[in-house]
């Protein structure tokens, strides 16, 4: 198999940012790198012309790219092999479709049409959010990963934690984060008199630790996820899940499944999703 030389272009990476889209892009660097390709990741915001002329030839992976200049996103629409990695929404204004009736958004929203029209693939992360792109841009070129990428660390510990007894009480995730909706998962607990820990850490093992105490996970986001990683998450670790339509992961085939059984699913996207790319360039 021949060597792809990648440059990935993302807002943040996972030494910036301890997020979702980071934890997934950076794990897809690592899988990329240890089949011998060859991945240079820029930050959107310091990516400019120069970088394509010096990058000429290249494959790119676009990830989150807020802070990719206008002028730098037509080049790369009109001279580069890329695909668009993506993590929400950026092909409208706002990048909330809740916003509008059934996720539609009136024409005028509509932003960098061309761009993901012309990318030589769009990943998305469920059916749910495959649905929602095309219910606003209609493109004919969206892959549905049907999941997200963990290490094989991560997924094992994940494993061990699933294991452990748990309370017979509700996680509830405590974000300062509004669309993640705390208030009203503890407003639903209180109301029906349902015990709850609010529970949150910026560190990472030590939350997936929090969340596997207890038998249930109530999330209740106001803006489409579109897979929600605390979710396959906590159905990994054994944990029943409550949530909302707003959640991409329970659309997904896959969501009936717990602990082992789902972390197998998971593990085999390690390979699935790499392929997948590297499939879309040829490689």
Not at 65 to 82: M, P, R, W
Not at 115 to 127: E, I, K, L
């Amino acid at each position: 198999m021949s060597k792809i030389e990648f440059v990935y272009i993302s807002d943040f990476f996972l030494s910036h940012v301890l997020g979702g889209g980071e934890l997934n892009d950076h794990e897809l660097c690592s899988l990329l790198i240890n089949r011998g390709h060859n991945v240079e990741k820029i930050q959107s915001r310091h990516f400019n012309e120069s970088h394509l002329r010096s990058n000429r030839g290249k494959c790119f992976i676009i990830s989150n790219f807020v802070n990719l200049s206008q002028d730098v996103i037509n080049k790369i629409t009109d001279t580069c092999k890329y695909v668009i990695y993506e993590h929400d929404h950026k092909y409208l204004k706002t990048r909330n479709p809740a916003q509008y009736e059934d996720y539609k958004a009136p024409r005028q929203e509509i932003v960098n049409y061309d761009f993901y029209n012309n990318a030589r693939a769009v990943f998305c992360q469920s059916s749910f959010h495959e649905s929602i792109i095309k219910k606003n841009i209609d493109i004919n070129n969206i892959i549905n990963v049907s999941g997200n990428l963990w290490s094989s660390e991560s997924l094992r510990t994940i494993g061990v934690l699933g294991k452990k007894p748990k309370r017979k009480e509700y996680s509830i995730m405590n974000s300062n984060i509004p669309h993640k909706n705390t208030r009203e998962a503890v407003f639903y607990c209180e109301k029906k008199g349902l015990k709850y820990d609010l529970i949150s850490s910026k560190n990472y093992e030590e939350f997936l630790s929090l969340l596997s105490n207890n038998e249930k996970f109530l999330f209740l986001p106001k803006t489409p996820e579109t897979l929600s990683r605390v979710v396959v998450e906590a159905r990994m670790m054994g944990v029943s899940t409550i949530t909302n339509k707003n959640v991409g992961a329970s659309y997904e085939p896959w969501i009936k499944l717990k602990g082992d059984e789902l972390i197998t699913i998971m593990k085999n996207k390690r390979d699935e999703i790499p392929s997948r790319i590297m499939d879309v360039f040829g490689g």
